[in-house]
């Protein structure tokens, strides 16, 4: 152990002591924070400037959340139920000219029943509801998503949807005759008060798809709409009064121009046409605003120049030949680059936290200056998002260490390991489509910008959640792990053939 911080002591003097490993050190810091305090993105929810960036509704968990739909209602005291069929639901998609739209209906298009605590958007609820291609579902509170009976609602086969509340207890049942009634679930909403907002609803979130065009690839789509038909509706419990109140919760709608939105009421049957979402807002191609993973553009930059560094800390010694004095004055070859990748390492960390740091906490506000709304993430996910870049950039420097000390000449050394680590992330956010930017990062180095993720993704939330968008396949720590892999492969093999081969 003593021969091992004498190398590694040897090993730290060398890196302080050229000028050169020094300045790309700090280089690799100051492109993270320049990059990141750019003014960047704009927002377009008010004029420039502090505050003017958007305001999402705020859920019964402390999330942000999209809170937009057409509302038909009446007051609930106490206990009651809420029967009715839904005959049909139908919608418009953005069409390829802005003033025109097309029919469809996208998959999470939503009709049903909802008991709502009041029509504050974020305020708690509770919905059964017919999607456009997700079947029955009983959903909660923005998060909490379960499944009923698959399937859509055609003309030949309606839907019958039931909400029965009972205290803080809201329970949800569906049927295809009206007969024979099936439980999809019941959920307890906290604090609900005793006189709630319950009725029929309809709301359609944004249409997105993914275009995959080269350097042209990205999304496209806007704002849908749905229609749902209903009739057949039956009260028990306690209702006040006798008139449906008909409110668009969220504000003017968000469908496509040339299609209204509103109510219909002609004897029985009800015709709702909404748009919007209740749910998590999501940032992304299908949703709105950034997260903190936007503010770390600049890690892209700092990554390439950790890796130069990291090649050429080794194949310096080799180019003018002063590996054989090191080697002499330390016997131990695997010493040696155990030393040398734990100085990079430790170098590289320590500069990467501190840029991360700076970016994390500053960049947002130069984001919100902009206009930009960003998503607030919490202390736990920030300071993950800080100490996982530094960690990539570490575990990159060591990698290309690994790389140089194998390949031994700096040129090859700098593009391989350029092309191996650098390369996959670059080809990922820009050329390839969605699904093989996602292999590429589950397979690749480049795995390890997982650790940068700050928004999580929710199968019930209408979002592309691609690389680009800041959502990557692998969860952070497993990302983390690939490049890991990747470091110690690279480490073994440059140990082996150090073993092997003369200096």
């Not at 070859?333 to 390492?345: E, H, I, P, Q, W």
Request: charged fraction near 15%; charge should be positive; proline fraction near 6%.
């Amino acid at each position: 152990m003593t021969g091992f911080w004498r190398c590694l002591r040897s090993e730290w003097t060398k890196f302080r002591t050229v000028r050169g490993w020094v300045a790309a050190a700090v280089a690799a810091a100051g492109v993270v924070v320049a990059l990141g305090l750019l003014p960047g993105l704009q927002g377009s929810c008010g004029r420039n400037g502090p505050g003017s960036e958007c305001v999402l509704p705020v859920g019964p968990g402390g999330e942000e959340v999209s809170d937009s739909f057409t509302f038909v209602h009446r007051p609930l005291t106490g206990d009651g139920s809420i029967t009715v069929r839904v005959a049909a639901l139908t919608g418009r998609l953005p069409g390829s000219e802005p003033d025109r739209s097309r029919p469809g209906v996208v998959p999470w298009a939503k009709a049903g029943l909802i008991v709502k605590d009041g029509t504050g958007q974020g305020s708690s609820y509770a919905a059964v509801m017919v999607t456009g291609g997700h079947g029955v579902r009983l959903q909660h509170d923005y998060v909490h998503d379960r499944a009923g009976r698959p399937g859509g609602v055609t003309a030949d086969a309606p839907r019958w949807l039931r909400l029965t509340r009972a205290g803080a207890t809201v329970t949800a049942a569906e049927s295809a005759d009206g007969t024979t009634w099936t439980a999809v679930g019941s959920v307890r909403l906290a604090g609900l008060p005793a006189t709630v907002e319950a009725g029929l609803f309809v709301t359609s979130p944004q249409y997105t798809e993914a275009v995959d065009d080269g350097l042209l690839s990205g999304a496209m789509g806007g704002p849908s709409e749905a229609t749902g038909t209903f009739d057949h509706v039956g009260l028990a419990g306690g209702w006040s009064g006798t008139a449906w109140r008909d409110d668009r919760i969220g504000g003017p709608g968000n469908g496509p121009a040339a299609d209204g939105e509103g109510v219909t009421h002609n004897g029985d049957v009800v015709q709702v046409t909404g748009s919007g979402d209740i749910a998590p807002a999501v940032p992304g191609a299908g949703g709105i605003g950034a997260t903190v993973t936007q503010t770390l553009v600049g890690t892209f930059g700092g990554l390439i120049v950790v890796v130069v560094l990291g090649a050429v800390f080794v194949t310096a010694e080799y180019r003018r030949g002063l590996i054989r004095t090191t080697f002499s004055a330390a016997p131990s070859r695997l010493r040696v680059l155990a030393a040398k990748a734990a100085v990079v390492g430790v170098v590289t960390f320590f500069s990467g936290l501190a840029a991360a740091a700076v970016v994390v906490s500053i960049g947002q506000r130069v984001l919100r200056a902009n206009g930009v709304h960003v998503h607030p993430a919490s202390t736990a996910t920030e300071l993950r998002v800080v100490a996982g870049t530094a960690a990539l950039l570490a575990v990159a420097a060591v990698l290309a260490l690994g790389l140089g000390a194998l390949l031994r000449r700096g040129v090859i050394a700098v593009t391989t390991a350029v092309v191996v680590i650098v390369m996959p992330y670059v080809l990922a956010m820009t050329v390839l489509p969605a699904d093989a930017a996602r292999w590429l990062l589950r397979v690749s180095p480049a795995a390890a910008f997982a650790l940068q993720q700050a928004a999580p993704e929710y199968p019930q939330v209408a979002n592309l959640y691609t690389p680009a968008d800041g959502y990557f396949p692998l969860a952070p720590w497993a990302g983390f792990a690939v490049l890991a892999g990747w470091a110690v492969l690279a480490l073994t093999a440059a140990a082996v053939m150090l073993r092997r081969r003369n200096a």
